[in-house]
């Protein structure tokens, strides 16, 4: 199987299963194939979790839940040494925790205390984790895909901001239209009388294979200079406008720029183009940068969102030459 072919029928399967979320699996997806993780907020109820289920059940991989909880530890998370006793001798045992698969969802990530979302960072970051000064290599193939509650709900606790910047993408889910709604319903009941998936399982071949394609799509000059200008907006505000400048108080990364570079290119491939334009850029720009940017006190109080702030450097940015 092709590798064009095989994320294609992921994306057909997952929306069989996900009714009215074509733009949270195709997210998802890119996630995939970009190798980033992935952060969804979204009231309860809105097939968060099924969505990564179904990713999970489709793909030959691993699959691990996380449910982040207020007493949640960082070892129920990465794991412990554990010390046995076996003919005199005293030795211990490193016993791998949940993070330690290729898929995981970690559930509510915000309702955990800061030193176990901190505990998730080296994991996110370098695909590996230290216990008792031993180090720990994680499986080629992983992506965490994480859901957050709104923070204005009880029992919830902001991520810290460098822990956010690891995610790929922030993805907003809302409430689907009434015609999906009742397919939902009609699914769920016809599920009830479920007959077991016997289609074979994408293998994670194909997902690299897929990877090694899009590392391949080109980025011109051009559009390489309009995606740094989009970022510098963010952090040189007051060069590009007095507006921006009173909305933003830190801009993005350049972590952010290598994710807005990956989404574009995997966004582009998707399509079946061999070069990222900057529609391209602009199809995926607010889910890059959404978690990126800190807004202004004033800002904040004004009630404004962050999308719309990229809107406006969207806006204000000077398109490349060719594309005007």
């Known amino acids: 199987m092709q590798a064009r072919k095989a994320i294609k029928e992921l ?3 997952m929306n069989a299963k996900i009714i009215g979320q074509e733009h949270i699996v195709r997210r998802f997806v890119m996630g995939l194939l970009a190798d980033g993780h992935i952060l969804v907020e979204g009231l309860p109820g809105l097939a968060k979790t099924r969505t990564v289920r179904a990713m999970a059940e489709i793909i030959d991989s691993q699959f691990s839940r996380i449910q982040f909880t207020p007493d949640l530890l960082p070892s129920d998370v ?24 290729n898929i995981i969802l970690a559930d509510e990530i915000n309702r955990a205390q800061a030193k176990v979302q901190s505990a998730m960072l080296e994991a996110m ?7 008792a000064g031993k180090t720990f290599k994680l499986p080629e193939l992983f992506i965490v895909l994480a859901t ?3 923070i204005e709900q009880e029992g919830t606790y902001p991520l810290p901001e460098a822990q956010k910047d690891r995610f ?5 889910i809302d409430y689907v239209t009434m015609d999906s709604e009742l397919k939902m319903i009609r699914m769920v009941q016809e599920e009830k009388h479920h ?7 994408i293998s994670q071949e194909m997902i690299f294979a897929a990877r090694d394609e899009i590392s391949k799509i080109i ?12 970022v510098y907006a963010t952090r040189y505000p007051l060069r590009y406008s007095k507006q921006l400048d009173v909305m933003i108080d830190v801009g993005v990364s350049p972590r952010g720029s290598l994710a807005l570079t990956q989404c574009a290119q995997v966004h582009a491939w998707m399509k079946g183009n061999n070069e990222v334009t900057v529609q391209d850029v602009q199809s995926v720009i607010h889910d890059v940068f959404r ?6 006190e004033h800002t904040r109080f004004s009630g404004i969102e962050n999308d719309e702030i990229i809107d406006i450097i969207v806006k204000t940015v000077t398109l490349p030459a060719s594309t005007k």
């Open 148 to 150: 957050q509650n709104p």
């Open 291 to 296: 978690h990126r940017i800190i807004k202004s």
């Open 78 to 101: 990465l794991g412990q040494e554990r010390h046995y006793e076996e003919d005199g001798k005293e030795f211990y045992r490193f016993h791998k925790g949940p993070i330690f698969g």
């Open 168 to 172: 790929l993408m922030h993805v907003k």
């Open 195 to 201: 007959v077991e998936d016997t289609q074979v399982k």
């Open 125 to 131: 970051e370098e695909k590996q984790v230290t216990i």
């Open 11 to 13: 994306l057909e399967r």
């Open 219 to 230: 980025l011109s000059d051009e559009v390489g200079r309009y995606i740094v200008d989009l």
